[in-house]
């Protein structure tokens, strides 16, 4: 049973930075693909970043050359470093993985395993 925590989130002013963490528990693999997502109230869960096996990743086209996606395998942990912070990347910030090897798809269905979420709130 693969469980993932998120923590990190908090209030900041924009232009400020906050980094998350999603600690993953359980039978995972370290090449199995991980994911950020984030939800903002009245919204769809949106796929923010992924990162799967040899350290591959992909953005979402808001958030390129602001966010990076990294993960520490000897301590089975996601990180998500967003900087440059504006209030629409206001959310709740979530971890995700589909067990699989490569990030297929960005689709919020195709991810079984959620963490339980964390929120992110920028202020103008």
């Known amino acids: 049973q693969v469980q993932l925590v998120e923590s990190g989130g908090g209030s900041v002013q924009a232009g400020g930075s906050l980094t998350l963490s999603c600690a993953a528990s359980g039978n995972i693999d370290k090449r199995d693909c991980l994911a950020w997502f984030r939800q903002a109230p009245g919204k769809e869960r949106e796929g923010v970043a992924f990162?799967?096996?040899?350290?591959?990743?992909q953005y979402t086209d808001s958030v390129k050359g602001r966010f990076t996606i990294s993960r520490d395998n000897a301590k089975n942990t996601l990180y998500l470093q967003m900087n440059s912070l504006k209030p629409e990347d206001t959310a709740m910030y979530y971890c995700?993985?589909?067990?699989?090897?490569?990030?297929?798809?960005?689709?919020?269905?195709?991810?079984?395993?959620w963490g339980q979420g964390t929120q992110v709130t920028v202020s103008s």
């Open positions: 990162t799967w096996r040899g350290g591959a990743s």
């Open positions: 995700a993985t589909n067990l699989q090897y490569v990030c297929y798809s960005t689709s919020s269905i195709d991810f079984s395993i």
